[in-house]
């Protein structure tokens, strides 16, 4: 855009340039490994459990897709089209099961319905059955494990289908009326083909979410990548093996990848040029009326509502016992990560999108591009990604100076708080790039070129102009990224050091031990976070629909 | 003028040239504006010329040539003077007003760097000046999102104005508002502008605007500057045929230079300076103004009216002069003459404007 001396252009590049290239060494390194050849332990993975894995995963994914996409488009549908009673509540509440983890959810519904939960006490005492009397089905099971993960992934689906019918002009569909379809038929020949590039990439959102997912499985006892790989690294220690591992997921992983950013372009082709006033919404008769809103309360009510109450039933029975200064330590610990690492995050951000807008040059973008790839990459494999090379550097930095000093260095990077935060900018950064980048966007080139003329350099006007204007966006990108690393289990788990618990962790370990109860207060500080930034969602959809329309 | 054409230029462009790729988008441009100069860059959308005035401030860089703003090179093969260093100041074609900041700051934005730095109270006397000078005294705790077009672009005049710039740089500034606000604003703005005794060069496609607030008007075509003078010279002595036809309204009518004083055309003899090198026999192209043609109930030669446009105060005709041309003819309004009717006409062509016709081409 602006020219620049040769120097600054290359001061930006190289300092873009060096963060992408750090940024991508979890994943090279992982990759590096599958030209290692297979030793014993892979061979042994091959011959057992590898087959089981990925059917397991397969399983999860059909069951994922099924579930999330009948709950999204149906809701999508509902709430975007028809009107009913309850159906601006629903437009919102709708996303909450957003702001509940996999793992989270799934201890609850496991303590929910065991033998000695409610839902089976409740049945024996009105039935008077005996222990042995009645078959209950198991929901730690892999059918339990996709139910689980549709009941809070299914908002993926339903934000963007619902996005994509609100977009679609109202010409289109009257067109289609006029030519003697009813609004059903219409909903099946037009709407939902015209949705469909959003409706994928709902899914394939989803469907990552369902690879990257280990606190669900591992609980369920269901056996997939991520449980596998943190067994052959932590049960067998071999790198080698586990990396391989982690290849093998991410090609699942960039399958994905590729068609979301597929269906990303199509949906730029799906979509109507203008604004157009919205169709009226279908009035709904008294009895489809209810019909909606039991279709729309079913999800809410299972994905947030019922285990919500459950939580917090549990949270306030055990708060005498768990509410203590253990648990101050894990929320500090939590929200000292978190903060510190949103906090950087937002920096590297900043620095990468607003370098990016200053050169502009194809090798940049591509760096942000590479460093920003970490949001589709499994958590277990950026930890293993991340502890390989820490661990090989600290262990030649401690020999070097053992030889040299006869002093041993110990571990520098791995094992400590500094793996850990770099593991989640490396997955999240992502994020906050994305939210900057299409801030930064926003504003017009001719306000840096005014300050410019004002006498201003460059990062005096990304502190004056830019980031005052950006401020509210700042915040949302700090805060989703907080939310992100509260809610974050794996690589917690396998990074943090020694006797170092978060939330996550502690509730973890709690359900672990079949203490599901204990876990929940842990669980319930994570959920009531995560609703945070859904309300901001939710907000920030309606102000984009409704507020564009006032202010120009 | 003779004067001022001894001092240095405060802006000065030696064989200015840039390219995207293979189009070149400015050619060889040379210019200099004199201290207190409006000058006017003019041109069709694609001309070169926004990319000419973006060079000037430092978004945009040459590939050659040579730019020297008050006798400091900012731009040539060893220099490069970014934006922020050359103390300009600049209006936009969309304002681009800060939108977190009051008119207040706004217009103190430039007061706090560079150049033009001042201390607090300066600041404050220098903003209520400026917002005095733009009759907008009272908006300054507004935003600007609150404030019409129209003060948007007085709000972006005071600030590029606000650190008294060596070359204030207008693009398109105009551009963005009704037409009935771009006149009134453009003879206030060059008011404005000449009441602060500062250097100016203005982006337009609008000719009017042009003749209403330059000293000097540049005639930009693919890259190349045509023509560097005076507005009546513009009009009046247009050096090429595009300038002729871009620069008002006219008609090219053929002729035969018959002496050096001399020319045989449709429309009669016209005694005026034929082009150099034009010997008798030789084709030309003569620019016929519609002032240049007066309406005259009982002149002898008349043209049938073929189209008439309304215009308030005046009609203007079109005349068929023969069966290849049209001419045009200014007449008072109430001179209202039905369409098809005849229409009497005398020539006044105090400066005929008369080109050589390239060999290739017919009449």
Redesign the interface.
């Known amino acids: 855009?602006?020219?620049?001396?040769k120097q600054l252009i290359d001061r930006w590049q190289l300092g873009i340039l060096m963060i992408a290239l750090l940024f991508a060494v979890p994943v090279i390194t992982v990759f590096s490994f599958v030209f290692h050849g297979s030793n014993d332990a892979w061979n042994h993975l091959v011959d057992t459990v590898l087959a089981d894995y990925i059917s397991n995963s397969l399983i999860l994914m059909l069951g994922v897709t099924f579930g999330t996409l009948s709950i999204g488009i149906t809701t999508a549908w509902l709430t975007s089209i028809c009107d009913f009673p309850g159906r601006k509540f629903f437009q919102w509440a709708l996303l909450l099961p957003l702001a509940v983890p996999a793992y989270i959810i799934a201890y609850t519904y496991t303590g929910m319905l065991d033998f000695s939960g409610p839902v089976q006490t409740f049945l024996r005492e009105v039935f008077n059955w005996g222990p042995r009397d009645y078959w209950f089905p198991e929901i730690r099971s892999i059918n339990g494990a996709w139910m689980m993960l549709s009941l809070v992934l299914y908002p993926y689906v339903y934000l963007l289908t619902r996005a994509a019918f609100l977009e679609q002009s109202s010409v289109t569909l009257e067109a289609s009326r006029s030519l003697g379809m009813g609004p059903w038929r219409s909903f099946f020949y037009v709407a939902l083909p015209m949705a469909r590039p959003a409706i994928i990439t709902g899914l394939s959102l989803a469907l990552m979410e369902t690879l990257a997912d280990f606190g669900t499985v591992e609980y369920f006892g269901v056996p997939t990548f991520t449980t596998g790989i943190f067994r052959t690294w932590f049960g067998l220690g071999d790198a080698t093996a586990a990396s391989q591992l982690a290849s093998l997921l991410l090609l699942f992983v960039f399958v994905l990848i590729v068609i979301e950013r597929f269906s990303r372009r199509q949906a730029r082709y799906h979509q109507q040029i203008g604004r157009q006033a919205h169709a009226r919404r279908i009035q709904l008769s008294v009895q489809q009326g209810w019909v909606a809103f039991i279709a729309c309360l079913i999800p809410f009510l299972l994905g947030f509502g019922l285990p919500f109450a459950q939580l917090l039933a549990w949270t306030i029975e055990t708060a005498e016992e768990m509410i203590n200064s253990d648990f101050y330590t894990l929320v500090a610990h939590s929200l000292l990560l978190a903060i510190v690492t949103s906090l950087l995050a937002l920096l590297l951000a900043l620095f990468m999108a607003y370098g990016q807008r200053l050169t502009n040059t194809p090798l940049v973008k591509l760096m942000v591009r590479i460093a920003s790839m970490g949001y589709a990459i499994p958590g277990t494999v950026i930890a293993i990604g991340v502890v390989i090379p820490f661990a090989w550097l600290d262990n030649t930095v401690d020999d070097w100076s053992r030889n040299q000093f006869d002093f041993s260095t110990g571990l520098i990077l791995s094992g400590t708080l500094f793996a850990l935060v770099f593991s989640y900018l490396v997955r999240f950064l992502a994020v906050s790039v994305g939210s900057v980048e299409s801030s930064l966007g926003k504003i017009?080139p001719?306000?840096d070129?005014?300050?410019?003329?004002?006498?201003?350099?460059p990062m005096?006007v990304l502190r004056q102009?830019h980031m005052?204007?950006m401020?509210s966006t700042l915040l949302t990108a700090i805060l989703l990224v907080f939310v992100d690393i509260l809610k974050e289990l794996p690589a917690t788990l396998l990074l943090r050091p020694f006797n170092f618990n978060t939330l996550a962790v502690r509730a973890y370990e709690l359900a672990a031990d079949e203490r599901l109860a204990d876990a929940s207060s842990a669980a319930i500080m994570i959920v009531l976070t995560g609703i945070i930034p859904v309300i901001l969602l939710s907000l920030s959809i309606t102000r984009n629909r409704y507020g564009s329309d006032h202010?120009d | 003028m003779g004067l001022t054409t001894m001092t240095n230029p405060i802006l000065n462009l030696q064989a200015i040239s840039l390219s995207y790729g293979s189009n070149k988008v400015i050619q060889n441009i040379d210019l200099q504006i004199q201290e207190g100069e409006i000058g006017c860059l003019l041109g069709s959308s694609g001309c070169g010329k926004t990319t000419l005035l973006r060079s000037i401030a430092g978004f945009e860089k040459p590939d050659q040539g040579q730019i020297t703003i008050r006798n400091s090179v900012v731009n040539d093969k060893t220099t490069y003077t970014p934006p922020e260093q050359r103390n300009i100041g600049m209006v936009f074609q969309d304002f681009a007003l800060f939108p977190h900041l009051s008119v207040k700051k706004n217009i103190a934005f430039g007061l706090n760097s560079g150049k033009g730095k001042l201390n607090k109270s300066a600041q404050n006397q220098r903003v209520t000046e400026l917002l005095e000078m733009i009759d907008l005294a009272d908006i300054g705790n507004k935003f600007p999102h609150q404030l019409s077009g129209g003060q948007q672009q007085r709000v972006a005049l005071a600030r590029a104005l606000a650190p008294k710039p060596d070359l204030l740089l207008l693009d398109e500034p105009f551009s963005s508002l009704d037409i009935e606000l771009r006149e009134q604003l453009a003879t206030q703005v060059a008011k404005i502008i000449k009441h602060e005794g500062i250097t100016a060069i203005l982006v337009t496609h609008d000719q009017n605007e042009a003749f209403a607030m330059a000293d000097k008007v540049g005639l930009l075509q693919a890259g190349k500057l045509i023509q560097w003078d005076t507005p009546y010279n513009l009009y009046h002595q247009p050096n090429t045929q595009y300038a002729a036809n871009f620069i008002g309204q006219g008609t090219m009518i053929p002729g035969l230079v018959h002496d050096s004083n001399t020319i045989i055309s449709d429309l009669g003899t016209i005694h005026g300076k034929v082009p150099e090198g034009c010997k008798p026999k030789c084709a030309v192209d003569i620019l016929v103004r519609p002032d240049d043609i007066i309406h005259d109930d009982d002149s002898l030669n008349q043209l049938e009216i073929i189209d008439k446009v309304f215009r308030g105060a005046e009609f203007l005709y079109t005349l068929k002069l023969n069966e290849q041309r049209n001419i045009f003819c200014i007449a008072p309004s109430h001179h209202d003459h039905p369409l098809h009717s005849l229409l009497g006409i005398t020539l006044d062509m105090t400066h005929i404007v008369v080109f050589k016709r390239p060999k290739a081409t017919n009449p």
């Open positions: 855009m602006i020219p620049f001396s017009k001719s306000m070129d005014a300050a410019r003329s004002m006498g201003y350099r005096q102009i005052p204007i401020k202010n």
